[in-house]
């Protein structure tokens, strides 16, 4: 039995349709053609990345301070200080300017439950 590595990745959301809102007008994802049942599947790649009703037994509203602590979640943008300005002034929270870090410029964002997402330009 060989493990190969992450190959889906999905973040429970509070409001399906305003989280996925977020992530195409904010950050320029495509959604997929088609997505399960309580899902938005993105055109991410080299992994899909989607946002998701929560699964029975999660209560996002019970995870202190905010959901996912703990978790790194890292995309790639071709331009992390652009973004950065556009997402502050749509008053979207973000944790620290642009600094060059191991993959180049990074920043780190909240979206709109809370996650901190971490984004990465290719040095």
């Known amino acids: 039995?060989?493990?190969?590595?992450?190959?889906?990745?999905?973040?429970?959301?509070?409001?399906?349709?305003?989280?996925?809102?977020?992530y195409e007008t904010k950050l320029g994802l495509r959604r997929t053609p088609s997505s399960p049942k309580g899902a938005v599947v993105f055109a991410t790649a080299p992994i899909p990345f989607a946002v998701r009703e929560p699964l029975p037994g999660v209560d996002l509203d019970q995870?202190?301070?905010?959901?996912?602590?703990?978790?790194?979640?890292?995309?790639?943008?071709?331009?992390?200080?652009?973004?950065?300005?556009?997402?502050?002034a749509a008053g979207t929270p973000t944790l620290n300017e642009?600094?060059?870090?191991p993959f180049g410029p990074t920043f780190t964002f909240l979206d709109p439950?809370?996650?901190?997402?971490?984004?990465h330009e290719d040095s």
């Not at 039995?1 to 977020?22: C, H, Y």
């Open 98 to 101: 642009p600094t060059l870090g």
């Open 1 to 22: 039995m060989t493990v190969t590595g992450p190959d889906f990745i999905a973040l429970q959301v509070r409001d399906l349709e305003r989280s996925a809102r977020f």
């Open 113 to 119: 439950d809370g996650y901190a997402v971490t984004v």
């Open 63 to 88: 995870a202190a301070p905010r959901p996912g602590l703990g978790v790194a979640l890292w995309l790639r943008c071709d331009d992390v200080r652009e973004l950065h300005g556009s997402l502050t």
